[in-house]
């Protein structure tokens, strides 16, 4: 195969997520919520391991800053290495939720997989408190964490860089979606 060919398949992975129409429904679903959040003064709460830790981060300053829908993320190190040394670390973000969440938010949890334990356990905390949670994973169409989410966002692929840069593209796109325009002034 040449690089051509190689590059054309590639490709084509991101074409097909982005044409999926069941991903329209959801991206029309998290910008709904995301405005009821901003005018009820709620905020969403977003969480990730490695790199969906850092897609979390993004994912929290736009919708913060862009999108005027109060967030924040789960990745300081000293509430992650506190939360984990006394509760573990499958618990850590369960408890960082029970610590940060009021009545009416909602959580975004980030994961290729959707099994990491610690955002799983998070999942059901947050549906037992009657939040709402939105996912972002990939892999296995039912994995835990996407049958956990009232808003899903999923895409049929193992390739982590692939899914990772899918779910940004779908975060921005929200935070776009808000702002209602493409090209914006940001600061």
Request: charged share 20%; hydrophobic share 45%; with cysteine.
């Amino acid at each position: 195969m040449t690089w051509d060919e190689w590059l054309r398949q590639y490709f084509a992975r991101y074409a097909d997520a982005l044409a999926a129409p069941e991903i329209d429904l959801s991206l029309i679903a998290f910008h709904d919520l995301a405005v009821r959040l901003r005018e009820s003064r709620r905020k969403l709460m977003f969480a990730g391991n490695g790199a969906s830790a850092s897609i979390a981060s993004h994912g929290a300053v736009d919708f913060t800053k862009q999108g005027r829908v109060r967030a924040v993320d789960f990745n300081e190190p000293n509430l992650i290495t506190c939360l984990s040394n006394d509760y573990g670390y499958e618990n850590f973000l369960a408890k960082a939720v029970e610590f940060y969440a009021d009545d009416g938010d909602a959580l975004v949890l980030i994961s290729v997989s959707g099994r990491s334990p610690n955002l799983v356990a998070a999942a059901q905390y947050a549906r037992e408190r009657g939040l709402v949670v939105v996912s972002f994973t990939g892999s296995a169409p039912d994995n835990p964490l996407r049958s956990l989410s009232d808003i899903d966002f999923w895409i049929d692929s193992r390739a982590y860089n692939v899914v990772e840069c899918m779910h940004m593209i779908w975060l921005t796109t929200v935070v776009d979606m808000l702002v209602g325009k493409a090209e914006y002034a940001v600061a």
